[in-house]
């Protein structure tokens, strides 16, 4: 399963989604310029941008990186980041011994205010059901290969609590500034399906 497994999903679904929106907007339902900005706020403003904002203040503030773990829902907060779908969150930390990756096994419960809208794969059926099943299988796939003696972690998010994924921060970022570092901290890896950019592979 990669990333663009099933085009069929993400072609009948943005048919729907056209569908509803021209029906919506045709009975004055729904201002397109107000839909627009909906969409653009949650895919480029609350979106991955704040949660890479989050674990680059984790990876610098190590006092920061200890609130993060023992309270996510209130050091998120603090950075301005919280709302519906991150009312109750939990932040898990990547290690040299640990990976951690998140599904929603039910649904598609996602962590809006840090990751924005979820991406169709992971409110996809093979996903949902083969992350918990075959979790290495599933990461090898998205080009995440985990050594043996690594343990995955595999966390299922609910109506109840959602969860951000700390990758670990790369080596050679250690002279970075917390705006640089977050251009290295990707969707992907606060989800758990990828790693953090190496720096300078920035803009490539």
Known sequence: MSKDHDHSELSETALRVKALESLLIEKGYVDPAALDELVDTYETKVGP?????VVAKAWSDPEYRKWLISDATAAIASLGFAGRQGEHMVAVENTPNVHNMVVCTLCSCYPWPVLGLPPVWYKSAPYRSRAVI????????FGVKIDEDTEVRVWDSTAEIRYLVIPMRPTGSEDMKEDELAALVTRDSMIGTGMALKPGAVGR
């Not at 075959?134 to 796939?141: F, K, Y």
């Open 134 to 141: 075959d979790p290495r299988g599933v990461l090898a796939e």
């Open 49 to 53: 941008r704040n949660g890479a904002r």
